[in-house]
């Protein structure tokens, strides 16, 4: 196997032959790609464990259903990426040996699971401050929906159809059924403790999570 750069590649694609350099279609050059591909997995059992060999292997399809828990998240040149942990299954899942690894976001098609994911990371965060601890502030109760929207993940009642396109400011009360106005609107309640987690849980908790 032979690396060669995509400047090669566009070059033997589509520019002029020259002396002994011949043109090949861009069938051959998917198949040199692909076999490229194939050689550094094989090469490198790091990299398929960490970085593109990961995402090129749970890319092929959804593994949302061999997933119990996603840990963490991060921003890759491929796009986001979650450190999950794999259920106890037989065998090695795609080759990987390590009962946590990162996959593409693109690998997992359970949008409950990810949502499940970022509620508890919001929880977590308003868990450590002190309106938390107080019945009467808004921070206890978006923490309260958020409990309520765990809950009915958990039960097979996630993402669903929102029983109607209304959201409510967790701030006033406030039900709109326009995102662009409900997002200028939430813009008035900056200066509330625990802003920044507060409107990011309003944009994902539904009506029913706060009866």
Request: glycine share 6%; charged share 25%; proline share 2%.
């Amino acid at each position: 196997a032979e690396w060669i750069s995509m400047d090669k590649l566009h070059m033997l694609c589509n520019g002029p032959a020259k002396d002994n350099q011949q043109t090949v279609s861009k069938d051959v050059v998917a198949a040199l790609l692909s076999s490229g591909r194939d050689v550094a997995a094989t090469e490198s059992k790091k990299t398929v464990a960490d970085q593109a060999g990961v995402e090129k292997k749970t890319d092929r399809k959804d593994l949302s259903g061999r997933i119990e828990a996603i840990l963490k998240e991060r921003n890759s040149y491929g796009g986001r990426e979650y450190l999950v942990k794999w259920r106890h299954v037989a065998g090695p899942i795609d080759g990987a040996s390590s009962s946590i690894m990162w996959v593409s976001e693109r690998s997992i098609t359970n949008l409950n699971m990810v949502l499940r994911y970022r509620i508890e990371k919001m929880l977590s965060a308003l868990s450590m401050t002190a309106q938390m601890d107080d019945e009467s502030t808004t921070t206890y109760r978006v923490g309260e929906a958020l409990r309520t929207g765990i809950a009915k993940i958990d039960s097979g009642f996630g993402m669903q159809v929102p029983e109607s396109k209304v959201q409510l400011c967790p701030f006033c009360d406030l039900r709109l059924d326009d995102m662009h106005i409900f997002a200028d609107h939430i813009k008035d309640h900056q200066q509330e403790p625990n802003y920044n987690i507060i409107r990011e849980a309003a944009r994902l908790a539904l009506l029913s999570w706060y009866d």
